[in-house]
């Protein structure tokens, strides 16, 4: 279901991550031009970022989501001056952002459940059109506001 | 013995069918691949993700019946719970390029912090089709004082109870963004994008307004557009979106929620009509 349930264990997730990581190799391998083994270590990385985040959000006494200290580890990883920080991104730019987006899709739609289907019917139609417009509204929104501070701020570049 | 949680969540690595249902929507987006469909202008561009939602919907044994024998609602409660956990890797994918673009995006900063007062667009339009035209009472203002996602979820459900009517609202705009917000945010950019009007980088911020998968969506979409700045486009949006993750609870409270509620109380006035 929908409703946020009880944090899964470890292993768990480490056994949903290989599954994950099964697809991105496959959707690589539709996509053509790619040589699989040598997208191994990527993936491979990709993974130990997911998982230590995971790990320190438990350790951390703090209530910042897991998907907050995946993107800092990860962006740490990829950071100037950290050590193999190059030989990291040189493995990850292997890697199609196509190819690792797609399984995922595939993971939302096989998850839509009875449950969720029954909430739209009761809902309606009404709300999928004030979802479409809060998407619209947010994304509009955050550039105009994102544009018009970078052409009052002076530029560096 | 089991304890009653292990009991309840079927073990991923063993429930193969799923496994061959997800392989076949994955495999059959790659293949259709990237479509692009001119109007006027513009074109729509629909990314290998879109078909990949496609696929998946028409497996899916509650929508249709080509799959009622081989999966189970235990196996389409696996694959939402797993949902959460397969984005992580793309996360962490867009994360990755932060650093290369560093300097950018402290050029940037301000706007990227500022961005953030951008999620007052959210309501001003869809708050009056929900109060004025659809005539939806307090769910129109959980459903539309934000984007939707754990953080907005976990707020009102903690503000105004898990039984009100603003959680019901919050809580259809949190399934339709599960189910269709990546699917938009593949699409939208790029029309936008197209009008130029905007500056690339803030196309890209806009990205990290959502959740994970949807400012990969959005990424994609613009990276599509602009291959030379993919990276960079990856980097601004995933900021954005570890800026968003800071700063959007402090945002929600003083600002957007105040907003909201004073607005909710003028379009009910006006379009109630009572």
Not at chain 1, 11 to 20: K, M, Q
Not at chain 1, 66 to 94: C, M, N, R
């Amino acid at each position: 279901m929908t409703q946020p349930t009880t944090a899964p264990p470890l292993l768990e997730i480490f056994h949903t991550l290989l599954l994950v990581a099964a697809l991105i190799l496959a959707a690589h391998a539709a996509e053509g031009g790619h040589q699989l083994f040598a997208l191994l270590p990527g993936i491979a990385l990709l993974l130990a970022c997911t998982m230590a985040g995971y790990i320190i959000a438990r350790l951390l006494p703090t209530r910042l989501p897991e998907i907050f200290w995946v993107s800092v580890v990860a962006t740490l990883a990829g950071f100037p001056g950290v050590p193999f920080a190059d030989l990291y991104l040189a493995q990850l730019s292997k890697l199609s952002l196509a190819a690792v987006i797609t399984p995922v899709m595939a993971f939302a739609a096989l998850g839509l459940g009875s449950g969720d289907i029954a909430l739209f019917r009761r809902l309606g139609a009404r709300i999928i059109l004030v979802s479409l417009l809060v998407f619209f509204g947010t994304y509009l929104g955050s550039v105009a506001v994102a544009n018009a501070v970078l052409a009052a701020l002076p530029s560096q570049g | 013995m089991t304890s009653s949680s292990s009991a309840l969540r079927p073990r991923i690595l063993l429930l193969w069918r799923l496994h061959i249902l997800l392989l076949s929507a994955t495999l059959i987006a790659t293949l259709v691949g990237t479509v692009r469909i001119p109007i006027a202008s513009f074109e729509i561009i629909l990314l290998p993700l879109v078909f990949a939602f496609i696929a998946g919907l028409l497996l899916n044994p509650n929508v249709t019946r080509i799959t009622r024998n081989l999966l189970d609602e235990r196996e389409v409660r696996a694959a939402a719970s797993s949902l959460g956990i397969a984005v992580m890797p793309l996360m962490a994918f867009l994360s990755s390029y932060i650093g290369p673009s560093i300097s950018e995006i402290a050029d940037a900063g301000a706007a990227l912090v500022l961005q953030e007062l951008g999620n007052l667009g959210t309501m001003l339009f869809a708050m009056p089709l929900a109060v004025v035209v659809f005539k939806m009472g307090r769910e129109a203002l959980g459903a539309t004082f934000s984007i939707a996602r754990e953080g907005g979820l976990a707020f009102i459900f903690s503000a105004y109870g898990g039984d009100s009517p603003e959680a019901k609202g919050v809580l259809g705009v949190y399934i339709c963004g599960t189910f269709f917000g990546t699917a938009f945010f593949a699409i939208m950019p790029g029309v936008i994008a197209s009008l130029d009007w905007f500056d690339l980088r803030a196309l890209a911020m806009g990205c990290g307004t959502g959740s994970a998968s949807m400012t990969a969506a959005c990424s994609a979409a613009l990276a599509d557009l602009y291959p030379a700045s993919a990276d960079e486009i990856a980097a601004f949006a995933a900021s954005s979106n570890l800026i968003t993750a800071v700063t959007g609870v402090l945002v929600t409270v003083f600002i957007t929620l105040p907003v909201a509620e004073l607005y909710y109380r003028v379009l009910s006035r006006q379009g109630g009509g009572q």
